[in-house]
């Protein structure tokens, strides 16, 4: 297993709601990036946090938020779900300028937007 | 056009058989290229790095051709265990940001 670890499973909301989904990195780890993955597709990058900052982001509306914690775990928060927001929601950690360049992915959250 | 393109598949193939994935992508900047595999309703997992060199590991060679922006992955002797979705994922790391960009994937059904 990688370490990294994702809450909750799985997570069912109606359109219109906030959900807030939670991440916590592997051990030396400083960067984290979550990606969205819709049935039948490859993952999709939203954004990446770095030392608490946001470092990049995928072409997401703002609607899609993140946090980064001093500890390097992170929270993915997305208000006013739609129906498309139904997918698995992945989040992977790294080390910025590492030699290692692997993102580890978390099992994911699966959300359902109903 | 999506950056990276992958045939989706799926590929059903017998248990022993060779498969080719191939994959194409835009970006003539991406730095870093790999393979990953997804399980059904699963995460993602790195299968392998790819290089200009070509790279083999067991059953699993990966080819990068740069002039054509084109990653191949060749699967010997298949075994049912290789059911599976391969990404072809890449990295056109830039400022830092270290953004994955896969595509949608292939999907393989070894059959016994």
């Known amino acids: 297993e990688t370490g990294v670890t994702q809450s909750p499973t799985h997570l069912i909301k109606t359109r219109g709601q906030q959900v807030t989904l939670r991440c916590s990195s592997q051990?030396?780890?400083?960067?984290v990036s979550w990606y969205q993955q819709a049935l039948g597709q490859g993952p999709q990058f939203i954004f990446q946090?770095?030392?608490?900052?946001?470092?990049g982001r995928g072409n997401f509306p703002p609607r899609f938020s993140g946090l980064q914690f001093p500890n390097y775990s992170s929270e993915l928060n997305v208000n006013a779900l739609e129906l498309d927001d139904s997918a698995l929601y992945l989040c992977?950690?790294?080390?910025?300028?590492?030699?290692?360049?692997?993102?580890?992915f978390g099992p994911g959250t699966r959300l359902t937007v109903t | 056009r999506k950056e990276v393109e992958q045939d989706p598949g799926p590929f059903n193939v017998p248990e022993g058989a060779t498969v080719a994935f191939n994959c194409t992508y835009s970006?003539?900047?991406?730095?870093?290229f790999f393979w990953y595999r997804q399980d059904c309703r699963k995460e993602p997992k790195l299968l392998m790095s790819?290089?200009?060199s070509g790279n083999e590991d067991g059953r699993f060679t990966a080819q990068l051709n740069r002039a054509s922006q084109y990653i191949s992955l060749l699967i010997r002797d298949s075994k049912l265990s290789d059911s599976a979705t391969y990404l072809c994922?890449?990295?056109?790391?830039?400022?830092?940001?270290?953004?994955?960009?896969f595509g949608s994937g292939t999907r393989l059904q070894v059959q016994p």
């Open positions: 051990s030396g780890h400083n960067t």
């Open positions: 946090y770095y030392r608490e900052e946001e470092n």
């Open positions: 994922v890449v990295f056109p790391w830039t400022g830092g940001r270290r953004a994955l960009t």
């Open positions: 970006n003539s900047a991406s730095q870093s």
């Open positions: 790819v290089y200009s």
């Open positions: 992977a950690s790294s080390s910025m300028w590492g030699a290692d360049d692997e993102q580890y």
